[in-house]
């Protein structure tokens, strides 16, 4: 129920997997990137996750393959499925470093043209947001990094190359 807590990934009694991190979207209208925070349960043979606010639906698309029975989703176990899950949130974190970098260029060549402060003062939140991003995704990279660590019976060794 902590939103604030930092990424972190706990194994209990070997087959119950805890992990939670944040997940970002990019609103383009604000030039800021939303942040919601997210945990993620293996406990035997089911997934549960817990979003704080659902704002977006970024898991449709494991939905969409799941209740068409397309692709590796269903056929494999509910470690593929977190894998599935996290995967879809680290990808919206490149989305979102393309917007900011966007963003950041098409400033860069305003200030260039014509170094209004406002300008200035937009690219400088830009900044801050890209610091945003970066304190999400290095504490997920670490996280990821102990869960390759150490086995885990919950965890086959067909997921665990992805």
Sequence with gaps: MNTEQKPKFESYEGNQLFFTFKMLNYNATT???ESEHLSLVLIDNCVLSF????????????QNRIVASAGKTRKNGVDYLIYCLI???????????DCLSDEIERLEEDIIQD???????????????????RKSIYPLREMIATVLREDYPSITHYTSLY
């Excluded at 995967?87 to 470093?97: G, I, R």
């Design 31 to 33: 030039r800021e990137i």
């Design 51 to 62: 979003q704080e606010e659902r704002t977006t639906d970024i898991f449709l698309p494991v």
């Design 87 to 97: 995967d879809l949130v680290v990808d919206n974190y490149f989305m979102c470093l």
């Design 115 to 133: 170094a209004k402060p406002l300008a200035m003062r937009e690219l400088y939140g830009l900044n801050r947001e890209e610091m945003t991003l």
